[in-house]
């Protein structure tokens, strides 16, 4: 096998960066390059999330690495604890909203499984460290899979002002979407009502006037026979909407199997929130954030 190339990261004190060479899973990997510490100080580091694949978290043992592939080692819990957030970073901060990057793998905020490794709570240790008794709420939210720009509010009545008139204050929102397949039509338009299922699957109800109203607007970037670049503009906000509406047009979102992907050649989901503008719910300012598409997605439809 040949060696593993060791690349200088942007903040080499606090990271290891390395390059992939040939295809392998991700414990045997990290206990190469990481051959002076233990098999269980690896697992432990790997379990923390201080570990991102081409800047996607990934905590699975036997997750497969491909050659070409970037893995970034955060060096010391401490050194995160201090100044490095894990798997995000932020855009944007003033008195009343904290708008973020988050990275795939991410968790938005807490479920049963996993209490830490959120964007709500990396945040919250944030504020806490200037003051105590502060703490950040919840505005919307992006799925694990999901990279991109999302926002949280620093105080209730923020929060209460940007959810009640989300829909008037938020002025665009958008995706990218690498989905599976050539598309037919380069743009287009797609509306349904979505329903959750008992086990929690949303899908387009057949009924009229049975679920929620949702509307979904896409156009092709870029496509190849394989697979096809999308951007996508929400004119609703419902639960797995863009997920569910490519599912419905045929084109699933690459690595998404839940709505049907029948692969995962970019080890992630293939959606990316790319741009969240938005009037500023205290001075009324215009405000644009973006998020550059991941590299790996342009590289598929080349």
Known sequence: MRQNKKYPSKRQEKSLTYKVEDPTELLPFLLKVMANRSRNSVKSILSRG???????????YNYRLQPGQTVTILKNKAAVKESTFIGMSILYEDGDIIVV?????????????????????QLMDYVRRENSQRRIYVVHRLD??????????????????????????????????????????????IASRLKESRTHLMYSSGIKNDGLHAITHYHVIQSNKNFSLLEVRLE????????VHMQD???????????????????????????????????GELLRFEADVPKNFFDKVK
């Open 50 to 60: 201080q570990v991102t694949v081409n800047n996607h978290i990934e905590t699975k």
């Open 101 to 121: 990057k988050k990275d795939a793998g991410l968790l938005s905020i807490a479920t049963k499984k996993e209490k830490k490794k959120t964007v709500y709570h």
């Open 144 to 189: 694990k899979e999901t990279s991109g720009v999302m926002m949280f509010a620093k105080n209730e009545q923020v929060k209460q002002a940007l959810q009640h008139a989300w829909k008037e204050n938020v002025k665009e929102r958008t995706y990218v979407a690498l989905v599976e397949g050539k598309l037919t039509k380069d743009k287009g338009t």
């Open 236 to 243: 609703t906000g419902r639960k797995n909407q863009i997920r």
């Open 249 to 283: 047009l045929g084109h699933p979102v690459v690595g998404d199997k839940k709505y049907g992907a029948t692969g995962n050649p970019i080890g992630r989901l293939g959606l990316h929130a790319k741009v969240l503008a938005f009037e500023h719910p205290t001075t």
